[in-house]
């Protein structure tokens, strides 16, 4: 079994023009439902459903206090290398790009845990790499994370797509989550952006999350990269994907975040598509009212005044103090970064705005302390 056979069945123009037929009355339907469909999520986060933000604010709102109450969960980044093999036209770490590469060593590592917890009691880390199998494969994804787990509850990976037994792998080392952004779910326009590289491998990709789920992962993170595609119709294509996602593999937990391009080094791709943040909010509300149990995360890639006003309207997950670049937190202070963030304030200064707010802070991954 796998979406692969599915996604087929989703024709992308198709999916796009439903999306920018529906009226208000779809829209009002949709808001009235308890369980709303994908159709319904259409409509949520079409043209029409403008006038009713404000309206799916306050479900947002509802929903995201009924399951997860007044708390912000946090979670800090660790990026362990920037050598890649791929040529991705949005992205710093892009082959072509004359860069100095870097695989941290285990002292270095070391060195970047230390100065993660002098900036908060973080107990939640999300290790990133380039895709370089040879020089940062699987084992030694695997030793990092024996390596940090005595220092971390909950460790989780934002790496290139694994086999399964290689996740089963990393699974008895310590692993409790796995984050992989498909970027855009339109397959003809896949490899204008990921020309050459295992990343251009439009299935091999997309299957990934199936081989996820086979492994056993605890928690799934999905993502597409805003600016690529029609965000409409991108984000409807992964609500199909999550809903498949979530009836085949339905003891694992899952989460979503809708990244926008940012600045990087190299040559200057442009973003295809702008969104504005009262679309990105129009996101964040749609997907919590058509899935009360989503976990939803916001980086800093987005601005603090975006991130302030959505604290308590929607997402669920935080990150603070981001450094995206290995060595940024004590080796090489931030000089290597994939792509610059746009909140720089440091954990604690986001934790009171957090408390500012009537919200609480949890420091490790909630989920897992459930068990």
């Given amino acids: 079994m796998s979406f692969i056979k599915q996604i087929s069945d989703y024709d992308w123009e198709t999916i796009k023009s439903f999306i920018y037929n529906k009226t ?149 080392a310590g692993l409790n989550a796995v984050y992989c952004y498909q970027e855009t779910y339109n397959k003809t326009r896949y490899k204008i952006y990921h020309p050459k590289g295992i990343k251009s491998k439009f299935d091999w990709r997309l299957d990934g999350f199936d081989r996820m789920g086979k492994a056993g992962i605890h928690k799934i993170g999905l993502g597409v990269l805003i600016g690529l595609e029609d965000w409409r119709t991108d984000v409807t294509m992964m609500a199909f994907h999550l809903q498949y996602l979530q009836k085949t593999y339905w003891q694992t937990k899952y989460s979503i975040s809708f990244p926008r391009i940012r600045p990087h080094k190299g040559e200057g791709f442009g973003p295809n598509v702008i969104m504005t943040d009262k679309e990105l909010a129009q996101i964040i509300f749609a997907y919590r009212i058509f899935n009360h149990d989503i976990e939803i995360a916001l980086s800093t890639r987005e601005d603090v005044m975006f991130r302030d006003n959505m604290l308590t309207l929607g997402i669920t997950s935080l990150s603070a103090g981001s450094k995206t670049s290995p060595g940024g937190y004590a080796v090489y202070r931030n000089k290597l970064e994939q792509f610059s963030v746009n909140d720089s304030r440091s954990p604690t200064d986001v934790a009171q705005v957090v408390k500012e707010k009537g919200y609480e802070v949890v420091w490790k991954d909630w989920d897992l302390s459930l068990q």
């Fill in 24 to 172: 208000a009355k779809d829209v009002e339907n949709a808001l009235g439902k308890q369980r709303p469909t994908v159709d319904d999520f259409m409509a949520m986060i079409s043209p029409a459903a403008e006038p009713y933000l404000e309206q799916m604010a306050i479900l947002s709102r509802k929903y995201t206090l009924q399951r997860y109450g007044n708390t912000i969960q946090f979670y800090v980044p660790l990026y362990l290398t920037n050598s890649c093999v791929n040529y991705c036209v949005y992205c710093g770490f892009n082959k072509n790009n004359d860069i100095k590469r870097i695989i941290l060593t285990e002292e270095q590592i070391m060195q970047e845990v230390k100065a993660i917890k002098q900036m908060g009691d973080f107990q939640h880390i999300l290790l990133v790499t380039g895709e370089n199998s040879r020089g940062a494969g699987v084992d030694y994804i695997e030793n990092v994370i024996r390596l940090i787990k005595p220092y971390f509850s909950s460790i989780s990976i934002e790496v290139q797509p694994l086999k399964e037994k290689e996740y089963k792998q990393l699974t008895n």
